[in-house]
């Protein structure tokens, strides 16, 4: 972990306006270090109270900034634009593990609605390619969202509704009704691949609307006219944008591979992870540092492997008395992690359908 003494009297900028760099943000101003933005060049607006600049932007305004990467998943082409930029190494900070802190309180988590989808990613993160056709039940979610809300006083700042594909879920209105009261000033988003959004019955677009909640539709190299679905939707007065963690519009394909043998040291593999303590995700009533290990019985199934749960890879949010004790959860290491090469992980793959093979995720 950096060294916070390092920093002091430095202007401190955050690469990364997502819930990575809103962790580190509060982090920092908890130790009494007050970072001056958050660089992305393709956020714009506000979080957590600091300006979102873009790089060019930063530079200009802060010249003799330190740049901390929170986003380590894409440490390589972070670092690689701030040289481009004529910023020296000596400026960036690349050891900031934001994910190893306890939170303050939960600003990010996704709701896993639905297993299959319909279309078919190679390496899937959610295994949705080889996954049984399956949905939660809206019980068990809308049970699930009143919990959430209990525990954390409806402060949460965004909530990811998917799957699978979210649009796949019989009870997806009654479901988005339902997050919207009881977490009244969250920001609410289906993250959709967009082919069946055009056929929407009109219910679909007014909960929508009058609960405030956000479309992002991942765009895929596929024939589909992403133009007139931005436009219908804006057109509707619903909130639109396109999901991309890279800010690219067109998807790729990222993979960390799987050790079947588990022969992964647990501490390592969870310091260099990408995904823990930062996608978080809440499926039946457990909640996961990650994605990988809820369903992970996709692949035990379809390649006969048996990379197992532990009881200590997830909490149930029914049998814990506060929220911290989810925290406190969400920011160790998991026997799962044994699982991982979480230093071999490979960004910015071109995207490809999935052909249903184990040396996808392997």
Known sequence: MFELEKLKGKPIVLFGAGNEGV?????LKRNKLIPVCFCDNYKQ???????????????????????????????????????????????????FKVHLIKQTYLSYYEINIVDHCNISCMGCSHFSPIAEERVSSLETVQNDLHRMSELTAGNVDEIHILGGEPLLHPDLEDILITAREVFPHTVISIISNGVRLLQQEERFWNVCRNNQITVEVTKYPINLDYGDIMKTIENKDIAFK??????????????????????????????????????IALMDGKMYTCQIAPNIHHFNKKFGTNMNLDNEDYIDIYKVESIDEILSFLSTPKPFCKYCKTTEVINALPWQPSRKEMNEWT
């Open 23 to 27: 962790c580190a943000a509060d982090f």
């Open 45 to 95: 607006g506000e979080k957590a109270g600091l300006p979102i600049k873009t790089l060019d932007e930063t530079i200009r305004s802060f010249p003799d900034a330190q740049f901390i990467v929170t986003a380590i998943g894409y440490m390589n082409e972070i670092v690689r634009e701030l040289k481009e930029f004529g910023v020296n190494e000596t400026k960036i900070v690349m050891d």
């Open 242 to 279: 396109f999901h991309s963690y890279t800010g690219k519009a067109t998807k790729t394909l990222y993979k960390m591979p799987l050790d079947i043998e588990g022969s992964q040291d647990i501490e390592l593999s969870f310091s260099s992870c990408t995904l823990a303590n930062r996608w």
